[in-house]
Nanobody
Framework: QVQLEESGGGLVQAGGSLKLSCAAS????????MGWFRQAPGKDREFVTS????????YYTDSVKGRFTISRDNAKNTVYLQMNNLKPEDTAVYYC????????????????WGQGTQVTVSS
């Protein structure tokens, strides 16, 4: 089993920044793709970003491109999400996830989920 623990959420004004962290423990594999989904009240969980096991390939949903940056430190089994120029529409619970494969995180192939961390952006 693998446990994913998020941290770094909170309340920020529009235009501000937050950095989320996701630490993996247990039977971890640095070869798996990891990333973030988010879920706003009344909406479906949506893909935000993912990073390959090697850290060389990243993917972003269009609404966060140029504002969010995902990175990982495999020596620390930790994935980071730097969020800049936050907007009220970014308000959601952000979930860290680990995929079954090494390349790209997908809702259909997520193997492990974190418990989620709330991000609230005020206007």
């Amino acid at each position: 089993q693998v446990q994913l623990e998020e941290s770094g959420g909170g309340l920020v004004q529009a235009g501000g920044s937050l950095k989320l962290s996701c630490a993996a423990s247990g039977r971890t594999s640095v070869r798996n793709a990891m990333g973030w989904f988010r879920q706003a009240p009344g909406k479906d969980r949506e893909f935000v970003t993912s990073i390959s096991g090697s850290g060389l390939t990243t993917y972003y949903t269009d609404s966060v491109k140029g504002r969010f940056t995902i990175s990982r430190d495999n020596a620390k089994n930790t994935v980071y999400l730097q969020m800049n120029n936050l907007k009220p529409e970014d308000t959601a619970v952000y979930y860290c996830a680990a995929d079954r494969g090494p390349l790209k995180l997908s809702l259909l192939t997520v193997r492990y989920w974190g418990q989620g961390t709330q991000v609230t952006v005020s206007s």
